[in-house]
């Protein structure tokens, strides 16, 4: 009987033991919690620290509009003429109240006191990426998103280089030259005088195409030339001449490849924009053929005057260079 009492009171203290350690367990994590909310709600309680003046200026450091224009006279009147000024559009520096300059040109308080034009933004004294770096800061979205590391970024232009606030020269897009072909031929002179070939060219001059019709002059992300539309010259024309797309049966390598092979996309002297005349164009690949091979191999073209010379010479019968889709098209002749 003694046994079974002991036995009993033995199994009583385990099992109050046990229960009071499941207690513990159980309160334990609750308890964290609660210390871990009470923390959350105390650093949200937190206000954050002020900013910097470094990133955000304080209101004392601006001068105000009235001020810059007291000396910039010209600057604030075409400002308040160009897109700039315009304070409806929540994007343009004006919709900032009496921050219209200082937006872009940083705070001139301590400028405006000084004279010392080295407290304030001027966009000419200042590096290219410093330069462009104001402006990418509303201008990073769209045509704009490919500046960052584009051909004409690495060359150290700005957008100042093209683009002027407040002396534009054009209607449009505030170019620092009346138009845009103007404006590229300051750097691209060779591709700009193609367009004024005599027998094939693109209608640039004509005012039916501009120089951005094809290229993005801000850069692009897909490719290497700037190009508008697709990833490679062939896509970008493509994206025109439809009938030229495919896919075909039987393709021609050069087509698939690069138009640029067979045309000079900006102008050419030689029909439909050729880069060399016919039949040299297609002799510069097929130099062994069952056709003379160049022209000078013996007089078999000039003497019996063949037709592969004169007219659309190779293409009076392979009239489908393009590529064809007819199950006898191999030599691309319907």
Not at 248 to 262: D, G, I, K, S, Y
Request: charged share 20%.
């Amino acid at each position: 009987m003694r046994s079974n009492r002991r036995s009993h009171a033995v199994f009583a203290v385990i099992c109050t033991l046990l229960c009071a350690t499941v207690a513990y367990l159980a309160a334990e994590p609750a308890a964290a919690g609660a210390a871990a909310n009470q923390a959350a709600a105390a650093r949200i309680a937190t206000p954050p620290p002020p900013a910097t003046a470094q990133a955000q200026p304080a209101a004392a450091e601006f001068a105000g509009d009235d001020t810059c224009t007291a000396c910039h006279e010209s600057e604030g009147h075409s400002l308040s003429a160009s897109l700039h000024g315009k304070a409806a559009n929540g994007r343009t520096p004006s919709a900032k109240p009496n921050q219209a300059c200082e937006t872009c040109h940083g705070p001139g308080k301590e400028h405006a006191e000084s004279g010392d034009k080295t407290k304030i933004r001027v966009f000419p004294a200042m590096a290219p990426h410093e330069a462009s770096a104001v402006c990418l800061s509303c201008h990073n979205r769209g045509n704009h998103a490919g500046w960052e590391g584009s051909g004409h970024e690495r060359r150290d232009l700005t957008c100042s280089t093209c683009h002027s606030v407040h002396s534009p020269k054009s209607a449009e897009r505030q170019l620092v030259q009346p138009t845009e072909t103007k404006l590229c031929a300051t750097c691209h002179r060779l591709q700009v005088s193609k367009t004024e070939r005599a027998v094939a060219h693109m209608p640039v001059r004509e005012g039916k195409m501009s120089c951005s019709s094809c290229h993005n002059p801000h850069g692009s992300i897909s490719n290497v030339k700037n190009l508008k539309t697709g990833s490679s010259v062939a896509e970008l024309c493509t994206s025109c001449h439809t009938e030229m797309r495919g896919p075909v049966l039987f393709e021609h390598a050069p087509v698939r490849e690069n138009c640029a092979t067979c045309h000079d996309p900006h102008g050419s002297s030689n029909d439909r924009m050729l880069v060399v005349r016919m039949p040299m164009l297609c002799q510069r690949c097929h130099i062994a053929s069952k056709h003379p091979a160049t022209l000078y191999d013996k007089d078999q073209i000039t003497t019996n005057k063949s037709n592969r010379m004169f007219g659309r010479s190779c293409v009076n019968c392979h009239s489908n260079i393009h590529g064809s889709n007819h199950p006898s098209g191999q030599f691309f002749m319907r």
